[in-house]
Nanobody, 120 residues
Framework: QVQLVESGGGLVQAGGSLRLSCVASGSILSINYIAWYRQAPGKPRELVAKITTGCLTNYAASVKGRFTISRDNARNTVELQMNSLNPEDTADYLC??????????????WGQGTQVAVSS
């Protein structure tokens, strides 16, 4: 099986920073992309940032310029550096990855999430 484990969430004041990490483990041949989503109460799950095998990235308009996603292929990890946080960033942050588990199988996986809370 494949597992995605997130860490790094916490409580910070507005203007502060956090670094989130997601580590993939298990039966992995390759990872096509890894993304961060977030979900706040009463809102749909939102794509925050995504990084592909070729290190192409995209960001939600609301976080562009403040958040940076990066990838370490050797460790099967991805990080999300979040700067200039504001209360609108408060949410459960979830790691999502498209993973090739066998030569002919590609599967989407989700982590359990890590909580981010930003006080005003």
């Amino acid at each position: 099986q494949v597992q995605l484990v997130e860490s790094g969430g916490g409580l910070v004041q507005a203007g502060g920073s956090l670094r989130l990490s997601c580590v993939a483990s298990g039966s992995i041949l390759s990872i096509n992309y890894i993304a961060w989503y977030r979900q706040a109460p009463g809102k749909p799950r939102e794509l925050v940032a995504k990084i592909t095998t070729g290190c192409l990235t995209n960001y939600a308009a609301s976080v562009k310029g403040r958040f940076t996603i990066s990838r370490d292929n050797a460790r099967n990890t991805v990080e999300l550096q979040m700067n200039s946080l504001n209360p609108e960033d408060t949410a459960d942050y979830l790691c999502n990855a498209e993973i090739r588990t066998t030569a002919r199988s590609i599967v989407l996986y989700w982590g359990q999430g890590t909580q981010v809370a930003v006080s005003s």
